[in-house]
């Protein structure tokens, strides 16, 4: 199988394109920030092993310690860097990894475990409550942090603790009598042990990965209960004792642990940990048949649901703020005040991840639309445009309760570092490519930007360039630089939402199946060079009809835009909720530089489209007998999703309007 955590090295991004300057943002200022971040808050000297302030602190969400992530933090920003070290040598960053590389391997116990807050703070209650505290969840990011490591600098020296701390865990748990039949609350390890596997050849991790996620749910894990409910009980917790995040006792859907996996019928719980899940279900897929076999189904399924009744017009995903997850089929509302909208950024990071890999399982055009929409809106807005601040939660609707706003930092720093991970990662999700027989190979091209993909096929060097301005306008140039003796066959993905396309020179066949059109090697080889062409205009969007929402919203190719009061200071009393956009009005855009860190940008404005409704106080009636009147109409101006909250202002922002059949 691909992973983009593997193949991302294989693409350059041309100087000045839209991605190039997002990752420099994270080059030159990202890393060094995050790094400057782990240290005031005391991450970066925790694997000294000392006692820090904040482990007397209680949990703000019990039984979760503030601190209990930090292990996780630390490994992320280390992957993280690495993938960027890749474009260059950064002295501060390769002695940073150094000396945090030589403190994790010293904190390492005799018998392989290491984890900061089991080993300083609770060292007599290792593995007593995976459901709730994270020891697999640490462990998975180091194991991805040291592969990563061995990957930049060829060195083991991260790498063999963590294989120890794998080795521990395939002792400690699995199938048999003397060891532990539970699971983790918080999937990753799974993905971690089959990338380890990858990498390593031992089939006993992706072994171990596989029992992770087919014992998970099992009803009569341990004494004939529950795995989770057994060992609280072992806790000696009361049976009516939860944590804060679940609603009610034994919310074990939480985890998607209320049944076995082929026995879910929809997604639930905790919007993180199901993506994690499932994309390690297709990791396990990609290299098991059978398993495979089994499980496909179960991932359509799930896939379907969230994308079809769970799914915000953004790309965002879970309703909830409680357990920050998913809510029932269509209850999709915009803003806190409205009831929820939680989609957080590391969510999103997790759709892309489970898409990259469906489209491994299933070239299928479905999935690159929700990959491409999730990058360039849910995932993208987590980051501000100078790469300084961040966005955990990415509502769609502002309110007085919750602006839209970005943090420098926060207590549960998940979303930050897994920002740069995504970003120095990104060009493994640009494409794949498979030596299918030998001199021949299959490219799968599912977005569009400028950067150029390098490999080799038997024997031969491959080089396939794209150039264009990518989302801004829809002309990709490609040039292909290979063999003669070599038959490539290019499939370029059609957007869903694209009217019309066209290739020049033109194909002689040129069929869109499921989403991709199929260039034959015979026609590349004539034509190395040619052009695809998808005319990218605004348009307006809606969703479900059974989210009960009468709202519009615009977009433009894979971008859904936003208001700002920044730029609609007529409307900025109320975050919108009274504004009323006319759908029947032409949309028109304008190319702009200005709109903060001189960000190229088109801008759409709906002219005289929108008007404020004011409503009067009526009383204790519940039905509306009052009179309503209607403000003269508006010009609207709408930003990209991703470009919010970057230029000041009261904080105001939402992305559906109400319409005026209303």
């Known amino acids: 199988m691909s992973n983009p955590q593997f193949t991302f090295a294989q693409t350059s991004f041309n100087k000045g394109s839209f991605w190039d300057r997002k990752r420099n943002a994270v080059r030159s200022s990202t890393i060094p920030f995050q790094l400057d971040m782990l240290k005031k808050t005391g991450r970066y000297d925790a694997f000294k092993l000392e006692w820090q302030p904040i482990y007397n602190e209680p949990p ?20 993280g860097a690495v993938y960027f070290l890749a474009d260059g040598k950064d002295p501060p960053v390769d002695e940073a990894i150094a000396q945090l590389v030589q403190w994790i391997e010293k904190a390492q116990q005799p018998d392989g475990y290491l984890n900061i807050h089991f080993t300083v703070v609770k060292p007599k209650e290792r593995w007593s409550n995976l459901r709730d505290l994270h020891e697999l969840y640490n462990c998975g990011h180091l194991i991805e942090a040291a592969l990563s490591h061995k990957q930049h600098y060829g060195s083991d020296d991260l790498l063999n603790p963590m294989k120890k701390y794998a080795d521990l865990l395939c002792e400690k748990f699995g199938p048999g009598p003397d060891q532990t039949h539970g699971y983790p609350g918080h999937p990753e390890i799974e993905l971690a042990l089959m990338r380890l596997y990858t990498q390593s050849g031992d089939a006993k991790y992706k072994d171990l990965a596989m029992y992770f996620i087919t014992e998970r749910g099992n009803p009569k894990g341990i004494n004939g209960k529950h795995f989770y409910e057994n060992e609280a009980i072992e806790r000696g917790e009361h049976q009516n004792m939860r944590p804060n995040y679940w609603p009610t006792p034994l919310s074990f859907w939480y985890q998607q642990a209320h049944k076995p996996l082929l026995e879910q019928e929809s997604i639930e719980g905790h919007s993180v940990r199901a993506m994690y899940f499932l994309t390690s279900v297709a990791d396990a897929s990609l290299h098991d048949p059978k398993f495979r076999k089994q499980y496909e189904p179960v991932l359509e399924r799930l896939w379907s649901n969230m994308v079809q009744k769970k799914m915000y017009l953004t790309g965002g995903i879970g309703a909830i703020k409680q357990w920050e997850g998913f809510g029932i089929d269509y209850f999709l509302p915009q803003s806190s005040d409205e009831g929820g909208c939680y989609a957080e950024t590391c969510a999103s990071i997790g759709v892309m991840m489970l898409a990259e890999r469906m489209l491994q399982l299933d070239l299928d055009g479905k999935y690159t639309d929700v990959m491409e929409l999730c990058m360039y809106n849910a995932v993208l807005t987590g980051i501000s445009l100078d790469g300084k601040a961040f966005t955990y939660v990415n509502q769609l609707g502002s309110s007085d309760g919750d602006p839209s706003k970005r943090e420098e930092w926060f207590d549960c720093a998940c979303c930050p570092p897994n920002v740069t991970r995504l970003l120095g990662t990104l060009g493994g999700y640009l494409w794949t490519h498979k030596e299918v027989k030998p001199s021949s190979v299959d490219i ?23 150039k264009s301005q990518w989302p801004w306008s829809g002309d990709v140039e490609f040039e292909l630089d290979a063999e003669q003796s070599l038959d490539v066959c290019l499939r370029l993905r059609i957007p869903q939402w694209a009217e019309s396309w066209s290739i020049q020179p033109s194909p002689p066949s040129s069929t869109v199946t499921k989403g991709y059109i199929e260039v034959s090697p015979s026609w590349v080889k004539e034509n190395p060079r040619f052009k695809l062409s998808i005319p990218i205009k605004p348009r307006y969007i809606s969703p479900h009809f059974l989210t009960g929402q009468s709202i519009a919203a615009v977009a433009r190719g894979p971008l859904v835009y936003c208001v700002e009061d920044v730029d609609n200071p007529w409307a900025s009393l109320d975050h919108f909720k009274t504004v009323v956009l006319d759908t029947t009005i032409s949309l028109e855009e304008e190319s702009v530089t200005n709109l903060a860190n001189e960000e190229p940008c088109v801008v759409i404005r709906a002219p005289n489209a929108a008007r404020r409704f004011r409503f009067e106080e009526h009383g204790a009636n519940p039905s509306y007998t009052g009179n309503v009147s209607i403000a003269k109409p508006e010009t609207v101006t709408f930003i990209p999703f991703y470009a919010r909250a970057n230029r000041g202002g009261k904080g105001q922002m939402r992305v559906g309007l109400r319409t005026k059949d209303d």
Do not use: M
């Open 444 to 466: 799968n091209v599912h977005l569009y930007t400028s950067a150029t993909l390098t490999f080799e096929a038997s024997g031969e060097r491959v080089q396939l360039t794209q």
């Open 60 to 79: 703000d969400h019990w039984p979760v310690p503030k601190h209990l992530f930090w292990d996780s933090d630390v490994a992320k920003w280390i992957e």
